[in-house]
């Protein structure tokens, strides 16, 4: 099955620091989303992005759709403790059946130094 | 706030078992999905479901079958429980929102190990 390259798979930061991360893809994608799994839990949306070139933010979270809707990057500015986690970057594609499905990067697991 | 719950946190089954695992979704969802998520590899999808008795496969579906009964409902089944599939096992649902996308609601995940 396909998967996404997301890059990188894991960073060790200083709190205060900024983090980006990407996702990229051989494949063109309608939507890329952006999700954050706490130690223990289900992963949480945190970045819907609909249309290529897309910028979107939301509070310290910046996330843009590449121009060609092959990838995405999401930066973290100015990391807190609560930051740490792992994030997922994901590409929704049509089914045959027409129905959606969402293909998932590898992760990049963040370690925030207090 | 949608809930998606799974009936357990954490399973431990023998080789050759079958394996019920459950999950509940509260919002009228139509969507269903089932991942496998192991280190270094992501989410995988296994099977996933648009519409009750309805059911596709997705990346990873051999060993494992699904059941689509009631909306709220999909159940994941191993017929026979085998040590490569020891995993956490996620549950999502969803529904078509505006703009066009499907938000998945994630439940948080069984731990399933195979002895």
């Known amino acids: 099955g396909q998967q996404l390259n997301q890059s990188p798979q894991s960073m060790f930061i200083q709190e205060g620091e900024d983090v980006s991360m990407n996702c990229t893809s051989s494949?063109?994608?309608?939507?890329w989303l952006w999700y954050k799994q706490d130690p223990g839990e289900g992963p949480v949306l945190l970045i819907a992005?609909?249309?290529?070139?897309e910028l979107t933010s939301n509070g310290r979270l910046t996330a843009q759709f590449g121009i060609t809707r092959k990838d995405s990057f999401l930066n973290i500015s100015a990391s807190i403790p609560s930051d740490v986690g792992i994030y997922f970057c994901a590409g929704q594609q049509a089914t045959q059946g027409g129905s959606e499905k969402l293909v998932f990067g590898k992760g990049m697991k963040l370690t925030v130094n207090p | 706030d949608v809930k998606v719950t799974q009936s357990s946190r954490y399973l431990v089954k023998r080789t050759g078992e079958k394996v019920f695992l459950e999950c509940v979704q509260d919002m009228d969802h139509e969507n269903m999905f089932w991942y496998r998520q192991d280190p270094g590899l992501g989410l995988r999808l296994i099977y996933f479901s648009y519409d009750v008795k309805m059911k596709e496969k997705g990346d990873i579906p051999e060993g494992y079958s699904v059941s689509r009964e009631k909306k709220e409902r999909f159940s994941l089944i191993l017929e026979s429980a085998s040590t490569n599939q020891t995993s956490m096992y996620l549950c999502a649902s969803s529904c078509l929102l505006a703009g066009g996308y499907n938000e998945q609601f994630f439940g948080p995940g069984t731990r399933l190990t195979v002895l």
């Open positions: 992005l609909y249309k290529a070139g």
């Open positions: 494949s063109i994608f309608n939507t």
